[in-house]
Nanobody, 124 residues
Framework: QVQLVESGGGLVQNGGSLRLSCAAS????????VGWFRQGPGKEREFVST????????AYSDSVKGRFSTSRDNAKNTAYLQMNSLKPEDTAVYYC?????????????????WGQGTQVTVSS
């Protein structure tokens, strides 16, 4: 069992930056793939980024590539999403998710454990 808690959301101006954290409790977080997803008002949950247990080959959606970066510190049981050059269209609730083995890391249904989400609002 893994429990995830996101933090770091807030209100930021267009072009600003935020860093989200995903703190995990439970055993073996270092062996889990972590995914970041977001859900804007009236929209479906969409893939943002994923990082494997070994911190290799992070992947990003086309909409955030070059602006967002994901990392993890397994010693601290925490994953991070650094968001730069934020745009109003990035406004959403951001979620982190985890699972031991993920076949389709961009698909939210692939993940078992989810955090409660943190709101990110980018003003124009």
């Amino acid at each position: 069992q893994v429990q995830l808690v996101e933090s770091g959301g807030g209100l930021v101006q267009n072009g600003g930056s935020l860093r989200l954290s995903c703190a995990a409790s439970g055993r073996s977080f270092s062996t889990y793939t972590v995914g970041w997803f977001r859900q804007g008002p009236g929209k479906e949950r969409e893939f943002v980024s994923t990082i494997s247990s070994s911190d290799s080959n992070p992947a990003y959606s086309d909409s955030v590539k070059g602006r967002f970066s994901t990392s993890r510190d397994n010693a601290k049981n925490t994953a991070y999403l650094q968001m730069n050059s934020l745009k109003p269209e990035d406004t959403a609730v951001y979620y982190c998710a985890a699972r031991l083995r993920v076949s389709f890391p961009t698909n939210p249904t692939s993940y078992i454990y989810w955090g409660q989400g943190t709101q990110v609002t980018v003003s124009s």
